[in-house]
T-cell receptor, first 113, second 109 residues
Framework: KQEVTQIPAALSVPEGENLVLNCSFTDSAIYNLQWFRQDPGKGLTSLLLIQSSQREQTSGRLNASLDKSSGRSTLYIAASQPGDSATYLCAAPRADSWGKLQFGAGTQVVVTP | DVKVTQSSRYLVKRTGEKVFLECVQDMDHENMFWYRQDPGLGLRLIYFSYDVKMKEKGDIPEGYSVSREKKERFSLILESASTNQTSMYLC????????FGPGTRLTVL
């Protein structure tokens, strides 16, 4: 059974610092991994999808890496801004059914001005 | 721009009522999902549909049913709402990336 863990559960940084968010998964036979952002009371917004054949995926200030052999993915957010304050979730495919995802509990990020 | 819409942002119902939550996607995705999200419990899958009229139970299907008569629409039904079904309900659709709707905050009194 796929288990996804995100550490830390919460993070507070001053504006301008780089953010590093960690995600680990137990079943490395994955074909992709996704990162999402969630603002309070809202749905999830897809940030990045990394295919298993890729090691990195970039979008603007966001960069996500994937290391299947170690069961880890990292989301980097460069030069953080107060608008980056949100909860960030990673999700890996479940082994029991193609298409289903197993979500981590998320890392709550606060960027202080 | 991709779009997943949910019929209500906020809903208040009474115990025992039948509740319908509607989700519509405009991306011609085959896969659609219903989740609920609760503090401390994270996102939990209620039901999954991989095609019209095809469905699969998720992790917590008890007390819920679903309907997928058209590809773009996936409905979640609470046959007899109970207070422990008070939650945030999230719909998603996917081909590869999962796209989520804005969520419905359901309160059952």
């Amino acid at each position: 059974k796929q288990e996804v863990t995100q550490i830390p559960a919460a993070l507070s940084v001053p504006e301008g610092e780089n953010l590093v968010l960690n995600c680990s998964f137990t079943d490395s036979a994955i074909y992709n991994l996704q990162w999402f952002r969630q603002d309070p009371g809202k749905g999830l917004t897809s940030l990045l999808l990394i295919q298993s054949s890729q090691r990195e995926q970039t979008s603007g200030r966001l960069n996500a890496s994937l290391d299947k052999s170690s069961g880890r993915s990292t989301l980097y957010i460069a030069a953080s801004q107060p608008g980056d304050s949100a909860t960030y979730l990673c999700a890996a495919p479940r082994a029991d059914s193609w298409g289903k995802l197993q979500f981590g509990a998320g890392t709550q990020v606060v960027v202080t001005p | 721009d991709v779009k997943v819409t949910q019929s209500s942002r906020y809903l208040v119902k009474r115990t025992g009522e039948k509740v319908f939550l509607e989700c519509v996607q405009d991306m011609d995705h085959e896969n659609m999902f219903w989740y609920r999200q609760d503090p401390g419990l994270g996102l939990r899958l209620i039901y999954f549909s991989y095609d019209v009229k095809m469905k699969e139970k998720g992790d917590i299907p008890e007390g819920y049913s679903v309907s997928r008569e058209k590809k773009e629409r996936f409905s979640l039904i609470l046959e007899s709402a109970s207070t422990n079904q008070t939650s945030m309900y999230l719909c998603a659709s996917s081909a590869d990336t999962q796209y989520f709707g804005p969520g419905t905050r359901l309160t059952v009194l």
